[in-house]
């Protein structure tokens, strides 16, 4: 497998058929296996916090989201030719699983949330059995109630959507106690896919503008914005040899 630095973390290039092609693997194998996704924010959060750090290198999958990390990898003069955002990455697997009916658990988001989730991708896959969800919003203390929900049910997937850094982390700390084949980190994708948030049109991602789409959709998202050029100068620093 190909994995490319930029800027500490180490990112698989493959395609989205390649990609799934893997997790399918992974999930036969029933080791838990789980899957990172990070976006600039993400990378330039792993050269300060040492458990996302970790978490991340310890990743079976480690899949380039965000346009951001594609320019930093070109400044690097170690292009990554693929961009494979999560929630792309995980509704191609899906539309897989759903010809062998496979199961996948939902964790994150809001109360309600991924209830709506299960009924949207029961439709929009119907092969898929959605076979059991949980909020984001549990307590460490309970921790080990929604571990035993997930392993009573044997999930073949499980989708991580807590945030980030929480979500990797947890995978990574859980990954050895879960009876299940595979777990993918993917952020607010409930959201989109409960229909709560919209994603942006195929137009704006393939000119990898889905970042500018959501900050006029949610312009309270401006603080975080405003650091991801840190990661191309980051690149640059380091290219120079800073």
Known sequence: MNRIDVLGVEFDDMDIVAAVELAMGFMEERRCAYAVTPNPEIVLECRKNRKLAAAVRAADMVLPDGVGVIYASRILGTPI????????FASALMARMSECGKKVFLLGAKSGVAELAAER????YPGLEICGVNDG???QEDNELVLEKINALSPDLILVCLGAPRQEIWMKNNAELLNAGLMIGLGGAM????GVVERAPR???KLGLEWLYRLIKE???IKRMIKLPGILFAALWRRIGG
Do not use: H, Q, S
């Open 203 to 205: 137009k704006w991602r």
């Open 191 to 194: 959201d989109v896919y409960a």
């Open 121 to 124: 991708l029961t439709e929009r």
């Open 81 to 88: 030719k693929n961009r494979l955002p999560g929630i792309d």
């Open 137 to 139: 919003y549990f307590a």
């Open 219 to 221: 312009p309270r998202r």
